[in-house]
Each structure stands twice: as structure tokens, then as C-alpha cells.
């Protein structure tokens, strides 16, 4: 069955310090893959995604992630943190048929806090 | 652009009565969704639609009922609300055109409550 994994619910990190968030995936094909971000009280923003190529794909606000088929992963990082990164961070795989709308599925979300 | 709007912002709902959630998209895309999250479970698709005249079941349809008349709208009903419903609703579109998942967009969402 395929399933998406973020196995930290909670991270806390210093303001400045780098960051890394995890993402398992367990598809039978390669899916096209998404970081989606939400701030509280807000709706969801995308932070980057990857559909094919160069593996280690550049976001917004300096984040990035890498793509590594071996691990099925898709890690989130960023080399500093600043405050206004405090926010729910949510790993989406979408491995439908070409033209399928069927939605993405979603991570449980990592929980970010920042620490001045 | 405004993008993506939901209405009501938040609601609070007696058990049995029935609601419609709006959703409005002024992107024109061709592909809308809605979805609940709840703490613990992220995010989960309700229902879907591809194109206009056209709308599928997500993860967990049950109790809820959608219909797409035109590109923009996209409304989520309950029929016979029920506490299990509390959560917040959002909204979404992408565009689906080119044959392969792109970006969604997402509402503010709407926050109801089912007592």
C-alpha cells in the first residue's frame, strides 16, 4: 500500500541553527513529491516539489530538499531557521494516473518550533 | 489575485442540521479538492473533481456530498451533521491540464464545529 511517513510529530530547534525534516515514502513508482507548509490559523503554502531531474531541489524562504530513490526519502532543510519558520511542515506524495486529480497525500506533519 | 476563498471562516453547527462549506477559485483551474485536517491525521481528502461536471470520492467521503456546476465553485455539503465532522475544512485547486499533479493552491479554510 503506499504511504507517506514524517516520523518526527515535534521538532524543536534554535533560531539560527540548521534543520532537516524527514520523509519516508512508500510507493511502487516514483512519485512526484511536495513540501507544503502551514503557519497557525493559516491555509497550506508550497514550499517546493520535485517531479524529475536534478535531485536537490531549491524552495521558498532558502529552503531545500533532497530526492534520494535509495531511501525513498525526502528530506526538508534549511541551513539557518529563523522564527517566522515556527509552522507545521507536511511531506505529500501524489503518485496518480497522468491526468488523475484524485489529491495529494499527506504526511501526518512535523510540528517546527524555533527557540530564540 | 484572490486566489482561493472559503465561506464561512468558522461555524458552529447543532448535530442533524445540514451545511454547505463554499469554495471559490478565480484561477480558472480545471481541478478542485477538499479536504479535513484534524490534529494527529494531517490532512485527508473528502472529494474531488477533475473538471467541471465531474467529482470523485477521496479518503473519506462518508456523510459529505460535493458538486462542481461551473470551473469556480466548489461547494461540500453535510447532510445530517454529526460531532465526528468538527474539524477544519480546506479547500484547494490545481491545474491539471498539462496531464501530471501540479501545485495546489489552498484556501484559508473553514473551521466548524458540530455540537
Known amino acids: 500500500a503506499q504511504s507517506v511517513t514524517q516520523p518526527d510529530i515535534h521538532i524543536t530547534v534554535s533560531e539560527g541553527a540548521s534543520l532537516e525534516l524527514r520523509c519516508n515514502y512508500s510507493?511502487?513508482?516514483?512519485?512526484?513529491l511536495f513540501w507544503y507548509v502551514q503557519s497557525p490559523g493559516q491555509g497550506l503554502q508550497l514550499l517546493l516539489k520535485?517531479?524529475?531531474?536534478?535531485?536537490l531541489v531549491q524552495g521558498i524562504k532558502g529552503f531545500e530538499a533532497e530526492f534520494k530513490r535509495s531511501q525513498s526519502s525526502f528530506n526538508l532543510r534549511k541551513p539557518s531557521v529563523h522564527w517566522s519558520d515556527a509552522a507545521e511542515y507536511f511531506c505529500?506524495?501524489?503518485?496518480?494516473?497522468?491526468?488523475?486529480?484524485?489529491?495529494?497525500?499527506f504526511g501526518k506533519g512535523t510540528h517546527l518550533i524555533i527557540q530564540p | 489575485t484572490a486566489g482561493i476563498t472559503q465561506a464561512p471562516t468558522s461555524q458552529i453547527l447543532a448535530a442533524g442540521r445540514s451545511m454547505t462549506l463554499r469554495c471559490t477559485q478565480d484561477?480558472?483551474?480545471?481541478?478542485m479538492y477538499w479536504y479535513r485536517q484534524d490534529l494527529g491525521l494531517g490532512l485527508r481528502l473528502i472529494h474531488y473533481?477533475?473538471?467541471?461536471?465531474?467529482?470523485g470520492k477521496g479518503e473519506v467521503p462518508d456523510g459529505y456530498s460535493v458538486s462542481r456546476a461551473n470551473t469556480d465553485d466548489f461547494p461540500l455539503t453535510l447532510a445530517s451533521a454529526v460531532p465526528s465532522q468538527t474539524s477544519v475544512y480546506f479547500c484547494?485547486?490545481?491545474?491539471?491540464?498539462?496531464?501530471?499533479?501540479?501545485?495546489?493552491?489552498f484556501g484559508p479554510g473553514t473551521r466548524l464545529t458540530v455540537l
Open positions: 484561477m480558472r483551474h480545471n481541478a
Open positions: 473533481s477533475n473538471t467541471a461536471g465531474t467529482t
Open positions: 520535485y517531479f524529475s531531474g536534478d535531485t
Open positions: 484547494a485547486s490545481s491545474d491539471q491540464t498539462s496531464g501530471s499533479m501540479d501545485t495546489q493552491y
Open positions: 505529500a506524495p501524489f503518485a496518480g494516473s497522468g491526468g488523475g486529480a484524485d489529491g495529494l497525500t
Open positions: 510507493y511502487g513508482a516514483t512519485p512526484y
